[in-house]
């Protein structure tokens, strides 16, 4: 029998979420070695020369980023289709991905989250207010307008679900961790979209994980996943001291 591919990385990141829902959708078997970002020991820095999560290893390629896996495992594993059969629509949604990923991640995970959830937990630093306020008086609303005047009246993107939806909640749901909550009235297709594709079984299944992991220190993350049945790797490169990341944006 194959082995189970293995993820590395945290079910609290973006990134991780695409991937693992990607998994949960077209039903391949996963196991998962929850380290918290910056955790990552030697061994980490050899399969991830960035020091980032997630990281895929299977029995043919170990791939250190979220879009380049996604795209193998539909290459690899084509159903269901997650990315639109039409070519140009195809494109656009790879551009919603990689928005989401830059321009999102930037602003919910940099940011929000950051000032919110990582430094303190992982840094035992102050959330900087200053930088929370910015964030939600200017750089939030530019990113929802912007996706308002993509997202359709209703249901997903491009007719069925696909990475770009998938890449959008992904983010939405770390600024939901945040205690964001996009204004419906605003933003009425945003809100109806992440709606949408975060009460997906995929979504929701990993969400009781992340609810959990939010109220634990990241040096318990492994035991306490352990305790609620999640499909854990047997080994870790996971080290006890972080390292700050090499990349800035
Ligand atoms: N483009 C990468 C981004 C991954 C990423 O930024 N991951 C964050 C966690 S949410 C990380 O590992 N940060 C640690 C660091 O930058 O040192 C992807 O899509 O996989």
């Known amino acids: 029998m194959k082995e189970p591919v293995r993820i590395i990385g945290s079910y609290l990141s973006p990134y991780v979420r695409k991937v693992l829902v990607f998994l949960e959708l077209k039903g391949i078997a996963y196991e998962i070695d929850p380290i918290v970002p910056f955790f990552g020991d030697d061994r980490f820095s050899a399969l991830s020369p960035i020091r980032r999560i997630p990281v895929l290893i299977d029995d043919r390629v170990t791939l250190a980023d979220s879009s380049v896996i996604c795209q193998y495992l539909e290459e690899r594993y084509p159903q269901p289709h997650l990315y639109p059969a039409d070519i140009a629509e195809r494109a ?132 306490v996943l352990a305790e609620m049945g999640a499909p854990l790797s047997a080994d870790t490169f996971a080290t006890r001291t972080p390292r700050r990341g090499m990349m800035k944006i």
């Open 92 to 223: 656009r949604a790879r551009w919603l991905e990689e928005f989401a990923d830059t321009r999102m991640g930037e602003v919910f995970i940099w940011r929000l989250f950051n000032q919110l959830a990582i430094a303190p937990a992982v840094w035992g630093e102050k959330t900087d207010a200053s930088v929370v306020e910015k964030t939600q008086s200017e750089e939030i609303p530019q990113v929802l307008d912007y996706l308002e005047s993509q997202a359709p009246a209703h249901g997903f993107l491009f007719g069925a679900l696909s990475i770009a939806d998938i890449a959008v909640a992904s983010l939405m749901r770390n600024a939901a961790l945040a205690r964001f909550r996009i204004d419906a009235a605003r933003w009425p297709k945003v809100a109806s979209l992440v709606d949408l594709t975060l009460g997906l079984d995929a979504f929701a299944k990993l969400a009781v994980f992340e609810k959990r992991l939010m109220r634990t220190p990241p040096a318990e993350h492994r035991a």
